[in-house]
């Protein structure tokens, strides 16, 4: 199972911190957010490798998010600053097989399995 949580409100330019905590049994698989708000398609925000810790992120949110994770807890973190309105959304965490070729990808479709999310309320 996948948990998302840490969601809330804030104001702009404020920041949060999302985690996610997974079961033992993605314990090694790649980690990735995404977000999505009503009638938009999913968003990529940001994907870690498991073994080495590589990163990407969403254009729309490099330079302010942060990505991390700790194996130990099987538990992904994203650190959000300089929150902005259109930043709001649910916040979902992914994971991806450490067994496919290519460890990091965008599209939701290449993630194996979801968690439920987290919103996120950003106000102006």
């Known amino acids: 199972q996948l948990q998302a949580s840490g969601g809330g409100s804030v104001q702009a330019g404020g920041s949060l911190r999302l985690s996610c905590a997974a079961s033992?049994?993605?314990?090694?698989?790649?980690m990735g957010w995404f977000r999505q708000t009503p009638g938009k398609e999913r968003e990529f925000v940001g994907v870690i490798t498991w073994r080495d810790g590589k990163k990407d992120y969403g254009d729309s949110v490099r330079g302010r998010f942060t990505i991390s994770r700790d194996n130990a807890k099987n538990t992904m973190y994203l650190q959000m600053n300089s929150l902005k309105p259109e930043d709001t959304a649910v916040y979902l965490c992914a994971v991806r097989a450490n067994s496919r070729p290519t460890p990091i990808v965008r599209a939701p479709s290449d993630y194996d399995y979801w968690g439920r999310g987290t919103l996120v309320t950003v106000s102006s």
């Open positions: 033992a049994t993605f314990a090694q698989y790649h």
